[in-house]
C-alpha cells in the first residue's frame, strides 16, 4: 500500500512562508513524478506545482509562479513545497500526489496516488 504523508501546513500571516513537505510511506519511489495540488473550501481541486521523477522539470500554475518552488528528488524520497510571500487566496488543502512514469503532470486525473492533505491557511 503507498501512502504519501504530508507535513507543514499552519497559520501564516499574508506575505509569510511555508514549506510542506510530502514523503512516501512504505517504500521508495523510484520513476514517480509528484505533484502538489490544492482545494479551497467550495471550490475545485486545482493544480499547484509538479516536478519530474528526476527533479529536472518543474511546471507551476501562473496563480503560484515567482512565489513557490517544488523540489525534491526520488533519492532524497521527499517533495517539499517552498511557498513564499503567501496570500489569503492561497488559503486551501494541499494534497501531494504520486504518478507512475517520468514527467510530471498538471491533470489531477494522471496521478495514481494521493496524501491526505495539509491545512494552509493565510491570514490577511
Known amino acids: 500500500q503507498v501512502q504519501l504523508v504530508e507535513s507543514g501546513g499552519g497559520l501564516v500571516q499574508a506575505g509569510g512562508s511555508l514549506r510542506l513537505s510530502c514523503a512516501p510511506s512504505?517504500?521508495?519511489?523510484?520513476?514517480?513524478?509528484m505533484g502538489w495540488f490544492r482545494q479551497a473550501p467550495g471550490k475545485e481541486r486545482e493544480f499547484v506545482a509538479a516536478?519530474?521523477?528526476?527533479?529536472?522539470?518543474?511546471s507551476y500554475a501562473d496563480s503560484v509562479k515567482g512565489r513557490f518552488t517544488i523540489s525534491g528528488t526520488n533519492a532524497e524520497n521527499t517533495i517539499y513545497l517552498q511557498m513564499n510571500s503567501l496570500k489569503p487566496e492561497d488559503t486551501a488543502v494541499y494534497y501531494c500526489?504520486?504518478?507512475?512514469?517520468?514527467?510530471?503532470?498538471?491533470?489531477?486525473?494522471?496521478?495514481?496516488?494521493w496524501g491526505q492533505g495539509t491545512q494552509v491557511t493565510v491570514s490577511s
Open positions: 500526489a504520486a504518478r507512475r512514469g517520468w514527467t510530471p503532470s498538471t491533470r489531477i486525473s494522471d496521478y495514481d496516488y
Open positions: 512504505g517504500r521508495t519511489f523510484s520513476s514517480y513524478a
Open positions: 516536478i519530474s521523477s528526476s527533479g529536472g522539470t518543474t
